[in-house]
């Protein structure tokens, strides 16, 4: 029997908390070495116009604690029907572009973060650690915080969409 780790129950629900270990996580899981590998190749990326990626810690932080990890969320969801999710930066490689437009959108920089529904919309991350989703009917903010954003993924929440403003 696994001894109750107080720190898990309290930051995640009890369902992100089973799903998220179910992918692979736990408590204290810290991969520095690969998250600096992923931060390393998206700085020596330039797409073909020139646009580089913005690396900053609240992204290199999310790519240590759950990097790699492939969710699949259970259930019908909340308010929509949940995707799996991949927390894999190289998802957002070759989207140079893309992230600098969002940043400026929104004023701050934006990493790749993963992908959602295998390759259907990109995880970003933002220098403040909030979380977006990028999909072909919209950008989409899913949390404040990359937990927050892991709950509103793996429960079905609606996310809220961004307005041309960047609200």
Same mark, same amino acid.
Do not use: K
């Given at each position: 029997?696994?001894? %109750? ?5 309290? *930051? %995640? ?37 020139? #646009? *580089? #990626? ?11 604690? %759950? ?17 799996? %999710? *991949? ?6 490689? #070759? ?15 934006? !990493? ?38 892991? !709950? ?16």
């Amino acid at each position: 029997m696994r001894a %109750f780790d107080r720190t898990a129950a309290t *930051r %995640f629900s009890v369902a992100v908390d089973a799903t998220l270990r179910e992918a692979g996580w736990q408590p204290g899981r810290w991969d520095i070495r690969q998250a600096e590998v992923w931060a390393d190749t998206l700085r020596a990326h330039e797409s073909p116009g020139g #646009h *580089r #990626h913005r690396v900053f810690p609240a992204a290199v932080e999310a790519w240590a604690e %759950f990097g790699g990890l492939e969710v699949q969320p259970p259930g019908a969801g909340r308010q929509i029907a949940p995707t799996p %999710f *991949r927390i894999d930066p190289m998802s957002g490689l #070759h989207l140079s572009r893309t992230l600098a437009d969002l940043g400026r959108a929104l004023g701050t920089e934006v !990493a790749p973060l993963g992908e959602e529904a295998h390759g259907q919309a990109l995880l970003t991350i933002d220098a403040e650690g909030r979380v977006y989703s990028l999909d072909h009917t919209g950008d989409w903010f899913l949390g404040a915080d990359l937990d927050a954003a892991l !709950a509103t993924l793996i429960t079905g929440l609606l996310p809220q969409r961004l307005s041309r403003s960047g609200a």
